[in-house]
């Protein structure tokens, strides 16, 4: 699976938006960890209803067994 920091720009596929990376999570690298406040998350939620540049296809999980 492909891993990039979050935050970091966009790099995976060509897009005319700027966008950064949120999420592309690997078990081999750290990231934060711990209580996030409500709001974020609900933004999240708000951000993630219009997204772009969305990829399909089926991978091993890293973090469990699936």
Known sequence: MTYF???TRYSYDE???EMLNVG???P???YRKGIVD????DAL???????E???RGVHHCGF???
């Open 45 to 51: 939620r708000v951000l993630s209803a219009a997204y």
């Open 28 to 30: 081999r690298h750290d």
């Open 5 to 7: 920091p979050d935050l």
């Open 38 to 41: 409500e709001r974020v998350v």
């Open 24 to 26: 592309w999570l690997a």
């Open 53 to 55: 540049n969305q990829m």
């Open 64 to 66: 469990c067994d699936t």
């Open 15 to 17: 897009s005319d938006q």
